[in-house]
């Protein structure tokens, strides 16, 4: 996990809220990742970003949008929290767009 | 879905014996890769295989990839309880886009 963060850790939310997950690289990395991760699902990826305000939709965008105004933070925002975005969100980067280093996760609850 | 299916899903061996899992997958790729993932931790990267490679090795760790069929195996030898964990392979498609398997998961007993 070293030189990626994420933040927060844990988070409970109740549904119709808006949620921000933070991820921090340290490596200067270009590419950054955000999955999900679902029980009988594996992962899922969700949005990546290949550069600076330059990000794309992956296989299950609905309902969640990204931005990159800096190298080393990459947010993922869900406008208005469903009990169905319940799920661990991993956060990854690697340099090249081939091999992926991952963070430790967000445990996200949405009651 | 494009995700890739790993087989079996779950495997219990006896430490020392080798462990086989499978993955096979839907699209043209660019490259495969097998991950690691401790209970509660998240992905390490175990392997690259690219998709004019037939077979690479990484220590005790011996990866076969045939495109023809679509499918990968990963190869544990000599196991550790160490190994206990679920393993994921990933696929960087053609779009540039990665899809993960479902993962299998591996108890290596003592």
């Known amino acids: 996990d070293a030189g990626i963060t994420q933040s927060p850790r844990h988070k409970v939310t109740e549904t119709g809220t808006p949620v921000t997950l933070r991820c921090h690289q340290t490596e200067n990395h270009r590419y950054m990742y955000w999955y999900r991760q679902d029980p009988g699902h594996g992962l899922r990826l969700i949005h990546y970003s290949y550069g600076v305000k330059d990000t794309d939709k992956g296989e299950v965008s609905d309902g969640y949008s990204v931005s990159r105004s800096k190298t080393e933070d990459f947010l993922l925002t869900l406008e208005s929290a469903t009990s169905s975005q319940t799920s661990v969100y991993f956060c990854?980067?690697?340099?090249?767009?081939?091999?992926?280093?991952f963070g430790p996760g967000t445990r996200l609850t949405v009651l | 879905s494009q995700q890739g299916e790993e087989d079996p899903q779950a495997l219990s061996i006896q430490e020392g014996e080798n462990a086989t899992m499978n993955c096979s997958y839907k699209?043209?790729?660019?490259?495969l890769q097998w991950y690691r993932q401790n209970s509660g931790r998240g992905l390490v990267h175990l392997i690259l295989?690219?998709?004019?490679?037939r077979e690479k090795h990484s220590g005790r760790l011996r990866v076969t990839l045939d495109t023809s069929k679509k499918s990968s195996s990963l190869l544990i030898t000599a196991s550790r309880a160490a190994d206990t964990a679920s393993y994921f392979c990933?696929?960087?498609?053609?779009?540039?886009?990665?899809?993960f398997g479902t993962g299998t998961s591996l108890t290596v007993i003592p």
């Open positions: 295989i690219r998709s004019n490679e």
């Open positions: 990933a696929t960087l498609n053609t779009g540039n886009q990665f899809y």
């Open positions: 990854a980067i690697s340099e090249w767009g081939d091999t992926q280093y």
């Open positions: 699209t043209s790729i660019n490259n």
